[in-house]
């Protein structure tokens, strides 16, 4: 027996008002509308089973050409230290980045590695950046993703 034919049942018999098996039944639909929901939610959040983290460093002009690759796995011990990253970064780097816009110290590295980690990342691009390195006239690319 449905959850609604024993509301409409104590209706009947006079266990509960009309009104009071209406805020059942709606309450009953709200319930239901969340559980789709969720079930909804987790068939569309598919996990993903990253192998790396990339960083790419190239410019126009040749003079910088970086490749690195960071196993996943390694990142369980680099997550232990995420949170003193932006401590790493020099602080006149830190400063022109700011001047910039580019505030470091509002990035949660260790969420951002716990995504990768857990495969739930929304988008496997973390950092694209182009820039003018003035003294090598060229523009310099930097993009941080996973792979």
């Known amino acids: 027996m449905s959850e609604q034919q024993k509301i409409l049942e104590m209706i009947e018999k006079g266990q509960i008002t009309a009104a009071e098996g209406m805020e059942l039944l709606e309450a009953l639909n709200v319930t239901k509308e969340a559980e789709t929901i969720q ?9 993903r089973n990253y192998k790396f983290l990339k960083i790419k460093v190239t410019s126009d002009n040749n003079s910088v050409n970086v490749n690195v690759n960071i196993p996943i796995r ?8 995420a949170d003193k990253m932006t401590a790493m970064v020099p602080v006149d ?10 505030d470091i110290s509002s990035i949660d590295f260790a969420k951002i590695i ?10 496997p691009n973390i950092v694209d950046v182009e820039a003018w390195d003035e003294s090598q006239k060229a523009m310099v690319k930097v993009r941080v993703y996973v792979d």
């Open 39 to 47: 079930e909804v939610e987790t068939v569309t959040t598919a996990r």
């Open 114 to 123: 716990e995504e990768i980690i857990n495969g739930t990342l929304d988008d």
């Open 93 to 102: 780097a830190r400063r022109e980045m700011e001047a910039k816009g580019i």
């Open 74 to 81: 390694l990142l369980t011990t680099i997550s232990e230290i």
